[in-house]
Every structure is written in structure tokens, then in C-alpha cells.
């Protein structure tokens, strides 16, 4: 006997979907409701890609391009030249035809793996020209502060819910334009091509032409999904158009169903849901995520929607499958087990964004980690009121960070907010934070603008200025270590253009010369082609790594036979204790300037690190020292106002006058623009006991990130970027 569901019941379910829709926005939480506004938005997406995939039966890694050009669009139009709703939705559309069109030509002479190959590589061109045109997008930083549109209506769309029928409605015009076209004479002509291309050129159909309209028409439904998506976020970065985007898109399409367009739509409600809200309860949703697309793969390799339609057809065997998926779901559901919070009824709320998954995943540990060892030393409590710590990840993501950073203000309703990691989410994240009025620590994000051209008046950062290290440095490596000729080689965006910049200017004005400077991209494990290129007739090489490439760069420099002709100085972070455990005898010699080292010799210090070693098995980086300051900062500014942090705007005043003479690093205070005045240490690689140690051979008192100059004066000058300074001695 075969158990099939009634002929009509696919159409009842799409209606009660649409009605839920519809009517579910005012009794939903606010964090939910982002969800759902994030989840029309990339249906649209989805089913723009599902043209080229489910109909014309290409898949395409570079998608994620149109998505960036509606996007820039919006945020380049509408923050620099006020721009209205209709010219941002124009320009962002046609822009993303022309692209389209172009890379079509290009695209579409190849077939299967070629045409996937080329798509990629199309998709990071604009990607490139996104990170690099620093003057039209700002690079890594993105582009902040994008407005919500003004339509002329009597309500605003600023607001969640009339944002969120905005693009519920773009969502249904795309939806209906493109089943319109599907469902064409057109569309079945590209299910024909998808089927047999051979048999339809032997009907006579222009087989090439066709595919190319569909690829246009994909691209331009693409881009009007990123003019929704610029508005949404009210923050555009290169990040919108890596390559995980397009990977995400395309998983989207295969999970709901290719060739269905409603299937890519419940693809994209899943991925978003599992993203976000499974990441609330757990760090290993990932796990999750791989079982889905895993038991979709094995049990429904038509997608969702395919194997639903199976079902209606009888085939009983296709519903046991699906059940199976869920179940296995559920299991993995609980052995990923509860996400990282401390709780109390009636306690002081302490949100922490910070990317516990991903490539920054330790860092995010290392935060978090400093946040609880200052409470397990002080009793969980703050000012005399128990602590509450809700973590959520941001997956090092901008549109995660965003909004878990609702979640946590609207739905949890914490006092204060302590997080990120990267430059660019701080930006996407400073708007925000003024808009909700609620203070947010920033620990470890040094992006130096953050405190100087573009201060956020609810962000106070008690961790460091990209350049605030380099300054002093650089005036210690022309004056102290004698180095008049030298090499820079850095990561190519923005944190790395601000520590090559502060060094290269006080380098200089010091008499040095930077005679060359090398740029590698993001996460570069091979460097090789940069060491061939340094120039031997220099006296050092500054180096600013991170992340992976600081556990991988000292080696090869070494290997390439450098490391005994030109010594080899750096940015804080390229021999930071983070990276140091993974290091050899390669790192042995390099000197850095930061605010911390564990090996200050101070009792305070050497407590912690004893502390910390004894707790988690490990030397604290100064991502943890930061953290465990910030926590205190937080208690310090709690007790000004007798535990009152209800009060905001009477808790920011607190925390801004804040000033700490005894931490782990030394004595803190903020300047008049939010910074920290701190120690700049300058440190060296030693081996003491088989360990790794940075040695403090020389500390430089109360470092302002404006050093020496007037700021006002300082401010003048353009913010530190792969162009400024100038090399003029290259």
C-alpha cells in the first residue's frame, strides 16, 4: 500500500506559508522578525540563481556578485549623494544587467566544471575591485550608515515590521516575474536546453542566445535582491560578495529544490534559520548544518520540494526518507549540546559578539575566556549584582553580527554589549549600537577611524588603534635599532594598511626609508612569491600577519634563507602569544610593539598569566588580557553609578571616565575621543624553558593613538591606507 498525501495539498501548504507570512510579523519576537526579512531577501537571491541552475542547468560560483553590485549601489549612492529609494533600485538593477551581460559573453562559451571555474573567477573579480577601490568603497572597512528608504509613506521603514513588507513585497514581484518567465515559451525552452541542447538545436532554437537571456535575467533579479539587502543591513562590504556567498546560494538551490524556484525560497528560510537560530543554542551548528545538507544529499537529491512531490505521488518510501533527515536532525541537535552562557535571574546583562566558529574561532575563545576568568574571580557579580553572559556568535560575519547584535539588545535585553574581532564588522556594528543607545565595549577591533574620523558616540574601545603601536615603533627602529632602508610586507586590507602606515610615517620622519612594500592577500599561506621579491639591499622586513598567516609566514622566510640577511620586524599580531604555541626557533629574534606581553614583569601580570595558565592550560593573548580588562571596566563603571546600568546614558558617562592604573597591561585610561592612553611595549622572540616568550626590552609610557602630534592636526590628514603614505623611496 502506498501512502500518498492529497492532490491539492502542496497548494494548501504554499497558501497557509504565504498567510503565515503575512500575518505573523506583529506576533513574533524582533529577532525572529529579522530573520524572516533576512529569509524573503535571499529567496529572491536563491531563485534569481535558480534560473541559471534549475532551468538552464549550470551551476555558478560567482552569484554573489550581483548581490555586491546592488548592494554598492545603494550604499555608495545613497550615503555620499543622497540618493532616493527608486535611483538606488535602478541604477543597482541595471548595474547588475550590464555586469550580467558582460560576464555572459565570457561565462557561457564553456559548459559543466569550465563554466563553474569561470563564474568563480568572474565572481572574485568584482570581489577584488570591491576590497581594493578603497576610494569608491572603502575596502575592507565597507561602507557604513546606508539609510532605510523613505518612500513618502505615512509610516517608516525604519522600523522592523514595515521594513520587513517591503521586501516580503519585493520578494512576491520576484517571485511572480520570474514564474512569468519561467512558465513562458521561453521557460520551457531553457528546460529543453537543460535536458538536451543538442535536440534543441536540432529543433531549431537558438540554444546559445537563450541561455544567455536566462544568465542576464539572473543577474538583474540578483541585483534588485542586493538593493533590498544594502537597506536591510544598512551596511555593504566585500564580504557580501566572497565566495561563501555564492557556495551559500548555490546550497540554497539544491537543498529546496532546483527548478521549482519555490524550493531555492525554503532553501534559503532553512540556511538562514539554521544560521542563526540553531547558533544561538549552540557553536557546533555547523554540525547541524553539514547533517542537513548530508541527509538531503543521500535521502532527497531533488531537493526538498522534489522529494514533497514525490510523496504526493505515492511513493511512500521518499517519506520515510524525509523522516529519517528530520530525525537525524534532532540528533544532532542534541549532541551539539548548549551554547556558552552564564546565567542568573535579576542579573546584569553582558552581551559578547565574537566569532566562536571560523577561522577566528580561538580568538573568539581567547575573548571569552578573559570575560569568564574575571568573573569566576570575582563571584560572578559586578557592582554587587550577579552577571548574566550571553554569547552569541558572529560567525565572522557582518550580517550575523548584526543581528545577533538585535537579538541580544531587542529579545535578551542585555545592559551592555562587548565584541568583535574584525574592523569591518565594528563599522557595520557602530550605527547600530548609536541607533539602540546602548554602550558596547570594543576589546579587540583597532580599526583606527573607529575613535578618530568616524567616532560612534556608544562605542567606547578599551582595546587599541591599529596604528597606536606603530607609531612609537617606528620611531624605535630608525633611532634605537639604526635601520635606515626597509621592506614592508602586509596583509592586504584595512588593519594591515594601519599598521604599515603609522610605521612607515614615524619611520620616515625619523630618516628612515621605506624603500618597498608588499601586499598579500587575506589568510595567505604561501608566500613565496612575496620573499622572492624583497629586495636584499635593505636593512629589516616589517611584516604585519594574521591569523593563519602568522602561524605560517615566519617558516618560510626562514626556509627562503632571509631570516639571517635581513632581520625580520612586525606588527603586534605577527608574534602575538596567540600564534606563538605553533611557532619554532623561526620566530626567535622578531621584535613587535603592542599593548601587552605575558612576559611583563609586574605582580599584577605575572598573577594573571599564572591564573590563566592554571585555568585553561595555555598563555594568555592579549585578546584575553583585553577581555578580562574589559570585564573589569564594565564593574568599574557599575559601581560609579551604585549598579544603576538601566540607566544608559548614566552608565556610558561611567565608562568613558573609567580609568584602570593596576591591569594586566599597565595603566589604562580613554582619551577625549574613546581611545585608550596606554604602554606601548616593545617586545622580542625569546626561548625560556622550551617555551616562547615576548620579552619587554623597552616600554614607552601613556602612548596617545595621536603619538606626538596635535590631533586636530593628525585628523587632517587621510586615514592610513594601501596608498597613503606614499612610498616615495620605492
Known amino acids: 500500500m502506498r501512502l500518498a498525501l492529497p492532490p491539492g495539498a502542496p497548494r494548501i501548504a504554499l497558501g497557509v506559508a504565504f498567510a503565515v507570512l503575512l500575518v505573523a510579523p506583529p506576533f513574533v519576537s524582533s529577532f525572529l522578525l529579522a530573520l524572516l526579512t533576512q529569509a524573503v531577501i535571499y529567496s529572491v537571491l536563491a531563485m534569481s540563481l535558480d534560473v541559471i541552475l534549475g532551468y538552464i542547468g549550470l551551476a555558478s560560483l560567482g552569484h554573489a556578485a550581483y548581490l555586491g553590485l546592488g548592494a554598492y549601489s545603494v550604499g555608495i549612492l545613497a550615503t555620499r549623494h543622497g540618493a532616493s529609494f527608486w535611483v538606488t533600485l535602478i541604477v543597482g538593477v541595471l548595474l547588475a544587467t550590464a555586469?550580467?551581460?558582460?560576464?555572459?559573453?565570457?561565462?557561457?562559451?564553456?559548459?559543466?566544471?569550465?563554466?563553474?571555474?569561470?563564474?568563480?573567477?568572474?565572481?572574485?573579480?568584482?570581489?577584488?575591485?570591491?576590497?581594493?577601490?578603497?576610494?569608491?568603497?572603502?575596502?575592507?572597512?565597507?561602507?557604513?550608515?546606508?539609510?532605510?528608504?523613505?518612500?513618502?509613506?505615512?509610516?517608516?521603514?525604519t522600523r522592523g515590521i514595515p521594513f520587513y513588507y517591503l521586501a516580503l513585497a519585493g520578494f512576491l514581484l520576484a517571485l511572480l516575474v520570474l514564474r512569468t518567465i519561467v512558465r513562458s515559451p521561453f521557460g520551457q525552452t531553457l528546460v529543453g536546453i537543460r535536458e538536451s541542447e543538442s535536440r534543441m538545436r536540432t529543433l531549431g532554437y537558438h540554444v546559445w542566445l537563450h541561455k544567455y537571456i536566462g544568465f542576464v535575467i539572473a543577474g538583474a533579479v540578483g541585483g534588485f535582491a542586493g538593493v533590498l539587502w544594502a537597506y536591510y543591513n544598512g551596511f555593504v562590504s566585500p564580504a557580501d560578495l566572497e565566495l561563501a556567498t555564492s557556495v551559500e546560494i548555490l546550497l540554497m538551490v539544491a537543498l529546496g529544490g532546483r527548478g521549482t524556484l519555490i524550493g531555492p525560497a525554503l532553501g534559503a528560510a532553512l540556511i538562514v534559520g539554521l544560521k542563526n537560530l540553531v547558533s544561538v543554542y549552540t557553536h557546533r551548528w555547523l554540525l547541524i548544518l553539514g547533517g542537513v545538507y548530508i541527509g538531503t544529499i543521500v535521502y532527497a537529491p531533488e531537493g526538498i520540494v522534489g522529494a514533497l512531490r514525490q510523496w504526493t505521488k505515492g511513493e511512500r518510501a521518499m517519506g520515510k526518507k524525509v523522516i529519517v533527515v528530520i530525525l537525524t536532525v534532532a540528533v544532532l541537535i542534541g549532541l551539539a549540546g548548549p551554547g556558552a552562557a552564564w546565567a542568573q535571574k535579576g542579573s546584569i546583562k553582558i552581551g559578547v559578539i565574537t566569532p566562536m566558529t571560523g577561522g577566528a574561532a580561538q580568538i573568539g575563545k581567547d575573548m571569552t575566556s578573559g570575560i569568564s576568568m574575571w568573573l569566576d574571580d570575582n563571584g560572578h557579580t559586578i557592582a554587587g549584582r550577579k552577571v548574566e553572559v550571553i554569547v552569541e556568535d558572529s560567525q565572522g560575519q557582518p550580517n550575523v553580527a548584526l543581528t545577533k547584535l538585535q537579538k541580544l539588545v531587542e529579545s535578551d535585553k542585555v545592559h551592555v554589549l562587548v565584541g568583535e574581532v574584525f574592523a569591518h564588522i565594528g563599522y557595520a556594528m557602530a550605527p547600530k549600537v548609536d541607533e539602540y543607545r546602548i554602550p558596547m565595549l570594543y576589546p579587540v577591533i583597532a580599526a583606527d577611524d573607529l575613535t578618530q574620523r568616524k567616532p560612534a558616540k556608544w562605542v567606547v574601545r578599551t582595546g587599541w588603534a591599529s596604528s597606536q603601536p606603530s607609531h612609537p615603533f617606528g620611531e624605535y627602529?630608525?633611532?634605537?635599532?639604526?635601520?635606515?632602508?626597509?621592506?614592508?610586507?602586509?596583509?592586504?586590507?584595512?588593519?594591515?594598511?594601519?599598521?604599515?602606515?603609522?610605521?612607515?610615517?614615524?619611520?620616515?620622519?625619523?630618516?628612515?626609508?621605506?624603500?618597498?612594500?608588499?601586499?598579500?592577500?587575506?589568510?595567505?599561506?604561501?608566500?613565496?612569491?612575496?620573499?622572492?621579491?624583497?629586495?636584499?639591499?635593505?636593512?629589516?622586513?616589517?611584516?604585519?600577519?594574521?591569523?593563519?598567516?602568522?602561524?605560517?609566514?615566519?617558516?618560510?622566510?626562514?626556509?627562503?634563507?632571509?631570516?639571517?640577511?635581513?632581520?625580520?620586524?612586525?606588527?603586534?599580531?605577527?608574534?602575538?602569544?596567540?600564534?606563538?604555541?605553533?611557532?619554532?626557533?623561526?620566530?626567535?629574534?622578531?621584535?613587535?610593539?603592542?599593548?601587552?606581553?605575558?612576559?611583563?614583569?609586574?605582580?599584577?601580570?605575572?598573577?594573571?598569566?599564572?591564573?590563566?595558565?592554571?585555568?585553561?592550560?595555555?598563555?594568555?593573548?592579549?585578546?584575553?588580557?583585553?577581555?578580562?580588562?574589559?570585564?573589569?571596566?564594565?564593574?568599574?563603571?557599575?559601581?560609579?553609578?551604585?549598579?544603576?546600568?538601566?540607566?544608559?546614558?548614566?552608565?556610558?558617562?561611567?565608562?568613558?571616565?573609567?580609568?584602570?592604573?593596576?591591569?594586566?597591561?599597565?595603566?589604562?585610561?580613554?582619551?577625549?575621543?574613546?581611545?585608550?592612553?596606554?604602554?606601548?611595549?616593545?617586545?622580542?622572540?625569546?626561548?625560556?624553558?622550551?617555551?616562547?616568550?615576548n620579552t619587554v626590552i623597552h616600554t614607552y609610557p601613556t602612548v596617545s593613538q595621536f603619538w606626538k602630534y596635535k590631533a586636530e592636526d593628525f585628523l587632517k590628514q587621510p586615514v592610513y591606507d594601501r596608498n597613503f603614505p606614499a612610498c616615495k623611496f620605492c
Not at 560576464?103 to 568584482?126: D, E, P, Q
Not at 565597507?142 to 518612500?151: E, S
Not at 621579491?533 to 602568522?550: C, G, H, K, N, P
Open 99 to 157: 555586469v550580467a551581460s558582460i560576464f555572459g559573453l565570457l561565462a557561457l562559451r564553456a559548459t559543466g566544471v569550465y563554466f563553474l571555474m569561470i563564474t568563480l573567477a568572474l565572481g572574485m573579480v568584482v570581489w577584488g575591485l570591491a576590497h581594493r577601490w578603497v576610494t569608491m568603497t572603502q575596502g575592507d572597512n565597507g561602507i557604513a550608515g546606508v539609510p532605510r528608504p523613505d518612500l513618502g509613506l505615512p509610516w517608516s521603514f
Open 477 to 693: 627602529a630608525a633611532k634605537t635599532l639604526g635601520y635606515k632602508r626597509i621592506v614592508t610586507i602586509g596583509i592586504d586590507y584595512a588593519f594591515g594598511w594601519e599598521v604599515i602606515g603609522g610605521f612607515q610615517k614615524t619611520f620616515e620622519e625619523n630618516g628612515g626609508q621605506i624603500v618597498q612594500k608588499l601586499w598579500a592577500p587575506l589568510n595567505t599561506t604561501d608566500f613565496a612569491p612575496y620573499l622572492s621579491q624583497i629586495r636584499r639591499d635593505a636593512d629589516a622586513v616589517f611584516a604585519l600577519m594574521v591569523s593563519i598567516s602568522a602561524a605560517r609566514f615566519p617558516k618560510q622566510y626562514q626556509d627562503a634563507g632571509l631570516k639571517a640577511k635581513l632581520p625580520v620586524i612586525g606588527g603586534g599580531t605577527t608574534f602575538d602569544e596567540f600564534v606563538l604555541p605553533s611557532l619554532g626557533d623561526e620566530a626567535i629574534g622578531g621584535m613587535s610593539p603592542l599593548i601587552y606581553s605575558a612576559a611583563l614583569d609586574t605582580p599584577i601580570n605575572k598573577k594573571f598569566v599564572t591564573e590563566y595558565r592554571k585555568k585553561y592550560g595555555k598563555v594568555p593573548s592579549y585578546f584575553s588580557e583585553t577581555c578580562y580588562t574589559s570585564t573589569r571596566w564594565i564593574n568599574e563603571a557599575a559601581k560609579a553609578i551604585n549598579g544603576d546600568v538601566e540607566n544608559r546614558e548614566k552608565f556610558l558617562e561611567a565608562l568613558r571616565k573609567v580609568e584602570i592604573p593596576d591591569a594586566p597591561r599597565g595603566p589604562v585610561k580613554l582619551d577625549s575621543h574613546g581611545n585608550p592612553v596606554q604602554n606601548i611595549y616593545i617586545r622580542k622572540v625569546e626561548k625560556k624553558d622550551g617555551e616562547l616568550w
